[in-house]
């Protein structure tokens, strides 16, 4: 039977005692902006509509180059230390990508051995993509179900399945899935009935390693609060207490996030424009940008002022995502602005 646990690691890093970093934690990738649902949560959910929002963000709609890609994983190992993950994760599906499963064997190829993981709505898996996956390096694939139903998956995403059949490719992945973790999740808001959640236990829990139920959260500033959903919703994405006084987010100081396109963001919110980023890997190394002058403003900033008062970070929910002593950085401000390289 599965664990029943949020899927972030509890054994954290006191960051008040490492800060400044040389070399983040966390790079997360974005191998595509293609997806195969609509999901009402997510700016596809809109996508060639009159009101497109992706179109309206600038986004393009298309895999990672490869050459882009390779020219990041090389970075990534000019850092002086591994980051500790690697996520391969963005606002598109990562298996529209037909070439995902060679992206995970260069970085392992290349040396990486931290942890890879990626999100899936696990629509598109078959024993073919289970077994490509499960032979290239990936540490855990974490599974969003949009249902307990064919009917809800409809509602939810726009596009019918066979819940039968998604079932069945998870029953494989589970039992070939070698020294892959398997974690499965649902958000609260699509157990509607009193007794789903114990459906969602007793039809996953013996083909998963972890599952959990999470709370909707607003992942992409484009989608605001759902409508009113998560409005007065005060729990975090982990359905734990939000700690709003808070004004330090710890994130942007182990975080990285390289959208499609190259642009290179300081911390792993989706769907930011490019004119929140701190470069583009097309013109700097990923070490000279966590480094640079950008990056070193916005962490200032935040020491100083709080990160509602970065343009990126209004309203944003992410630094409540993990509330840990370890993450809590408001009493240690002045000291690690003391400890900042350079100045404005």
Same mark, same amino acid.
């Given at each position: 039977m599965a664990i029943i646990a949020p899927?972030?690691?509890k054994n954290r890093t006191n960051l008040r005692d490492v800060i400044p970093l040389t070399s983040p934690y966390t790079i997360q990738i974005e191998p595509t902006r293609m997806c195969n649902l609509r999901c009402f949560f997510c700016m596809h959910h809109s996508r060639g509509t009159?009101? $497109?929002?992706?179109?309206?963000?600038?986004?393009?709609?298309?895999?990672?180059?490869? $050459?882009? !890609?390779?020219?990041?994983v090389h970075d990534i190992m000019r850092f002086p230390q591994q980051p500790k993950m690697v996520n391969f994760c963005g606002i598109g599906e990562p298996l529209m990508n037909p070439r995902f499963g060679e992206m995970i064997r260069r970085l392992r190829a290349i040396g990486y051995s931290g942890r890879i993981i990626t999100y899936t709505n696990g629509v598109l898996l078959t024993p073919a993509v289970v077994d490509e996956l499960t032979n290239s390096g990936l540490s855990e694939l974490r599974i969003s179900l949009n249902g307990l139903t064919a009917e809800m998956y409809k509602h939810v995403t726009g596009v019918k399945i066979s819940m039968e059949k998604y079932v069945e490719n998870i029953r494989y992945l589970y039992e070939n899935k070698k020294d892959t973790k398997i974690y499965i999740k649902i958000i609260e808001n699509l157990l509607e009935q009193d007794n789903d959640r114990e459906e969602f236990y007793q039809i996953f829990g013996n083909i998963s390693d972890v599952m959990y139920v999470e709370n909707l959260i607003q992942l992409q500033?484009?989608?605001? $609060? !759902?409508?009113?959903?998560?409005?007065?919703? !005060?729990k975090n994405v982990f359905n734990e207490p939000m700690a709003r006084d808070w004004k330090t987010c710890a994130c942007m100081f182990y975080?990285?996030?390289?959208?499609? $396109?190259? !642009? %290179?963001?300081?911390? %792993?919110s989706?769907? +930011?424009?490019?004119?929140?980023?701190?470069?583009?890997?097309?013109? +700097?190394?990923?070490?000279?940008?966590?480094?640079?002058?950008?990056?070193?403003?916005?962490?200032?900033? +935040?020491?100083?002022?709080?990160?509602?008062?970065?343009?990126?970070? %209004?309203n944003c929910e992410g630094k409540y995502d993990i509330i840990s002593n370890e993450e809590f950085l408001d009493d240690s401000s002045q000291m690690l602005l003391d400890r900042l390289p350079g100045d404005d």
């Open positions: 899927s972030y690691d009159s009101n $497109d929002l992706l179109k309206e963000s600038g986004f393009k709609i298309a895999h990672m180059d490869m $050459d882009l !890609y390779d020219k990041i500033r484009q989608m605001k $609060d !759902y409508g009113g959903i998560t409005e007065e919703n !005060y975080q990285m996030h390289i959208d499609a $396109d190259g !642009y %290179v963001f300081f911390c %792993v989706l769907g +930011n424009p490019s004119k929140f980023a701190i470069g583009n890997i097309k013109e +700097n190394s990923l070490d000279e940008i966590w480094n640079g002058r950008e990056r070193l403003k916005a962490l200032r900033t +935040n020491l100083r002022n709080g990160s509602d008062s970065i343009p990126m970070c %209004v």
